[in-house]
């Protein structure tokens, strides 16, 4: 071997392998040119420094400390501010273009949607985390998901909703100290969602909030969950650095969920074969676990499925009563407002969208705090994206098959030009008169829309009725401003620590 690589002519190959290299290059350089040309695409004035412009270590260094701070939202804006709506990280080995343009979301979502698939970095990193599901599947497998979870969630099947929502409130009610004494929300707010999901997707509770049962083992999945969570963010933010990030935590805390989760389904067929008693017999599981027969891939959607349910939901509503808290007065006219069109009563669905500041609420903890702030896609040929290129940035933009555009909610919620004033601030009043239609995307757009919007949507309003209509005053328990938590869903790191008074 030794005498083979002796033998070779190395000044040859290396020049052979750098006029190989530069034909490439060529090749990509005048091919780009053409098709932006065509489309109208100039270059992007816009650009970031780079600092390494091989992998990138000066941008995953910031990233990472930034996650650490809880600032990197913040900071987000703060580079938009710096370099445009739409800006290019160009590097040697791959092109990444951050934006929080309206426009550019809505090709990369809808109107280009067939050029781009998810990061390859979310794929891998989620699918290690927690298998392969609705959130790490693209193409037809994507599609043939998406038609079996869609069913579960038709309008008829709202009928069974309002006497779930109603059994697991009151239970979450109980946990609740009537006369100010300090409480943390947020934990509650996950187990009310838990219950509230597994009822209604699997046809029987977990049951976290019942004082009744013992709560070691759904704690320790809610940890284990919470702990793949987080880790999945972090890894994430490594890049291409992510294969060298090992946390044994983690890969246990994975297993776990993973044993968990299969029990769980273990206990649903034995129910369904009437061998135990369950709440409801029409649930998605039945549907999903007669279309997927594989038990892994099974465990694998339900698990993404119950997850995209529970922490969505768990998290505006900690998120909407961390605002609350810190503004008595809206929270007051917010009660008002409800006791006028519901009084006491027990809410119906049709009453609860009467309740238009309930509505504005929850847009503007949407706006505010969007539950899932930052998100991407990768090119998957040659295109181009609207805004972006020329020295003002709102000439077509070219991006090589491999780009990855993220696109930061977070930083479009907060533009005044869509919003108006005070945008760091909770002001529901806004909402008045107000249609961002692209500018405002908390659950997405296009194909992949959140396929649990109308469900997500009725089950905030009805349990915030019910909250304001148990408890006169709300206040906070903690002076510190909301700082992220990066997780798959975005909630306070600080928790929700309040005071209630009870009517
Ligand atoms: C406040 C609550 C919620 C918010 C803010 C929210 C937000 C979102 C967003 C932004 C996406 C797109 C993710 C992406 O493209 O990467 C999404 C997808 C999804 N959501 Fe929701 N969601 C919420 C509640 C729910 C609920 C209650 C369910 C189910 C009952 C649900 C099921 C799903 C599913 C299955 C997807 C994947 C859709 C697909 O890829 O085709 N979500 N959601």
Redesign the pocket.
Known sequence: MLSLLAKLNWPFLVLWAAVALSGVCIDRYRRSRRFGKLRGCQTSHKQAQVKDPFIGLDFIHERVIRGLSGRRLLDCIEKFKQYGSTYSVDRLTYQVVQTCDPENLKQVLATGFDDFALPSSRVSVMGELLGSG??TLDGDL?SHA?AI?RPS?AKHKMDRLPSILEHHVQQFLTHIPRQGEEVDLQPLFFELTMDI?TEF?MGYSSNMLDPSRKREKEQQFFDDYMLCSEEAIKKMSYGPLRFFRLNLAATKAKKRVFKYMDEYIEECFERQDGTAEMTDKENAFQEIASAITDRQSLRDQLL??LL??RD??AS?LSNLFFVLAKNPQTYARLRSEVLSKVAFETPTFSGLRDIEYLRWCVNES?RLHP??PS?GREATRDTTLPRGGGTDGKSPLFLRKGAVVLYNVFSMHRDPAIFGDRVDEFVPERWSGLRPGWGFL???GGP?V????H??LI??YYLVTRIVQTFERLESKDPREWVELPGLAMTCRNGNKVGLYQA
């Open positions: 609705i959130f994507w998406r979870l969630l999901a997707l993404h499925f995209a349910s969505t939901t505006l949407l539950v899932i998100n908390p659950f997405s992949r959140c396929v649990g919007q469900f997500a089950e905030t």
